[in-house]
């Protein structure tokens, strides 16, 4: 049968929305109006009244006041692009006009009309990722999609590895192994959790492994049928590719293997971008809070019925059953929940259809550096920005309350279970997002109030002779500080052990690290400082945590080296008293976690 089609115009929408290039129009919400012609393939030709239900033009321009008001877009064009998008996701919708007008533009020379039209052969509307080339591709620059950087940290951590990758994508899903380097940092065992759940035969090497060292991370994946091999280039032979991270040199025996034997390499973003393909994709990034964020918001989704899948860097609490990895959700909904990282600035491979941006400050990069970058960022997604970087709204009625916190949205109350004030806005965040997907405000207050956390966030692990014992991430300023702070709001005394994860990271936060520790550290406290932790490779190891100490104690803070993680463990055990928080914290160090867990099972 003939398909009946139809041209609908829908004018004059009108709102509100911060639009423009100017710096006055980066701050004052500016009129805008919205036109929208829509052509339509709709129910076969001559179906009874089947023109008025096969697409909901009131809830599409609905949905497109809705996009304008939370986008941030900096250009007209842009905004209407991404309009004319968000239309063609209607699987009826064949092409769209977006015509924008800003009839009280500032002077200065602002565009002040557009018109912008779309077809859907034009869009690849409705794709996650981008688009992927056939296996085995040429090895382009990493530029085209994870652009190289000075990471500020050890020189094991340097992008020399990924400049051999093809960084536009991965190959399509195809048949052989994939191999991982590095397979049990935080991002690769996640990224090897969502290959084993899609199906791919996965293997991969660690330096944790050469040393012996089986983490339950590695125990996990090998549980669930990952070949480990040691990093010595072994693991490599036969694989159809092998999958890097920016942590791995370029002189590392996996990445020589692959050389040799003309094995395709492929960054972890990448590589990451392939699973999302042909899903909706959330993409959550920032400099501080992303993990938990991303947890939240998949926790959310999750009890809202989504069934999303959700691929995180820390674990939560509640997903490790059978084995898994819990940093990772296998979902069989429609979305899937990244987090995005910007330390390497991979996330600019992605194209998602919403983001959060938690915040932004000097961690990776400097400052401006690194609010560039997520402007870059902010012009690939296609739909609505959580914008913690660029906003100045705070959640209504935020308060803490010993171990959880409390807002209002949407004129619903909710509870925090986390401590700080810094979860209250990751929270609201999260909430924000969810609430644009259509799930009721209540129903998302009783959702976070079931949030049992994410691992190594201020986690609990038990208690020893009175005192609570709590690890955490925390590794830079920020972080530290957040962490801190909401220790002393809850503990008459507090104990921490810090590593740091890097000679790179330490020598560049110096500053700011001997800044927040004088500020936060109280004289009743006592803050442990171990060596850096030290991977190997060419670092330059010129600056360590002995400066760090020296500096510290100059300024009167209570600090000590201390040179193993059993001499910090007696060092604890020895102030444990009730009324007191006994604390790890670091990045990398799998020692750390460990310690935790002796010292919360005493």
């Known amino acids: 049968m003939d398909t009946a089609r139809d041209t609908i115009r829908i004018s004059r929408l009108e709102t509100r929305c911060i639009i423009g290039t100017l710096p006055r129009e980066r701050e004052i919400p500016q009129r805008l109006i919205i036109d929208l012609e829509l052509a339509c393939d709709l129910a076969p030709a001559g179906a009874s009244d089947a023109l008025a239900d096969t697409v909901d033009y009131a809830a599409l321009a609905q949905e497109a006041v809705a996009l304008a008001n939370n986008s941030r877009c900096r250009l007209l064009e842009r905004l209407a692009v991404l309009l004319a998008q968000h239309c063609l996701r209607d699987p009826r919708v064949t092409a769209v006009t977006v015509r924008l007008e800003k009839p009280e533009a500032l002077p200065g020379g602002a565009v002040v009309r557009v018109a912008v039209t779309r077809a859907r052969e034009e869009t690849g509307a409705g794709r996650a990722g981008r688009p992927l080339p056939a296996a085995g591709g040429t090895g382009v620059p990493c530029g085209t999609g994870v652009p190289p950087v000075d990471h500020g940290q050890d020189a094991r951590a340097t992008p020399a590895a990924t400049a051999e990758c093809d960084a536009r994508a991965t190959p399509a899903a195809a048949a052989g192994r994939v191999h991982l380097a590095g ?43 990952a070949a480990l091999h040691p990093q010595d280039g072994s693991g490599v032979a036969g694989a159809a590719r092998l999958v890097v991270s920016s942590a791995i040199e370029a002189d590392n025996p996996d990445l020589d293997a692959a050389r040799r034997a003309g094995v395709p390499v492929v960054h972890r973003a990448a590589q990451l971008a392939e699973l999302a393909a042909g899903r909706r994709l959330v993409a959550v990034t920032g400099t501080c809070g992303k993990s938990t964020v991303t947890a939240i918001l998949g926790w959310l989704l999750q009890e809202a019925g989504l069934d999303p899948a959700v691929v995180n860097g820390a674990g939560v609490v509640g997903w490790d059953g059978g084995g898994r990895i819990a940093s990772v959700r296998r979902g069989a909904g429609a979305w899937l929940v990244i987090e995005a990282d910007e330390s390497d600035r991979s996330l600019l491979v992605f194209n998602p259809e919403h983001a959060i941006i938690t915040n932004a400050s000097a961690d990776h990069f400097g400052r401006e550096e690194t609010l560039a970058l ?182 009167g803070v209570p600090v000590r080296g201390v040179a193993t993680l059993d001499e910090a463990e007696a060092a604890l055990r020895a102030v444990a008293a009730p009324g007191t928080a006994l604390v790890t914290c670091g990045a990398r160090d799998p020692g750390l976690p460990r310690l935790a867990a002796r010292l919360g099972a005493a």
């Not at 996640?190 to 944790?208: C, K, P, T, Y």
């Not at 690939?380 to 935020?398: F, K, L, N």
């Not at 806005?425 to 909430?431: I, L, P, S, T």
């Open 183 to 225: 397979i049990g940092g935080v991002g690769m065992s996640a990224l090897a959790q969502a290959l084993l759940d899609n199906g791919f035969e996965v293997s991969g090497s660690d330096r944790l492994l050469d040393s012996g060292d089986a983490t339950d991370t590695l125990n996990r994946l090998r549980g669930q049928g």
């Open 374 to 555: 997520f402007d870059r960022f902010r012009e690939r997604v296609t739909g609505v920005v959580i914008d913690g970087a660029g906003e100045a709204a705070a959640p209504e009625g935020a308060r803490t309350d010993g171990w959880c916190g409390h807002f209002v949205f949407a004129g619903t109350p909710f509870t925090v279970p986390l401590p700080g004030r810094h979860n209250i806005w990751n929270a609201w965040h999260a909430v924000r997002l969810a609430a644009t997907l259509g799930i009721p405000a209540p129903a998302l207050a009783a959702g976070l109030a079931t949030f049992r956390g994410v691992e190594r966030r201020l986690q609990r692990t038990g208690s020893c002779g009175g005192a609570a014992v709590i690890d955490d991430y925390a590794h830079n300023p920020e972080k530290l500080a957040a962490a801190w702070s909401t220790l002393t709001a809850a503990f008459d005394r507090v104990a921490t052990v810090w590593r740091p994860h890097g000679y790179g990271p330490l020598r560049k936060m110096m500053d700011d690290l001997e800044a927040v520790f004088a500020r936060v550290v109280r004289p009743q406290d006592l803050l442990l400082v171990l060596p850096v932790y030290d991977m190997g490779g060419t670092a330059d190891r010129s600056v360590g945590s002995d400066t760090l100490v020296a500096r510290l104690a100059a300024r």
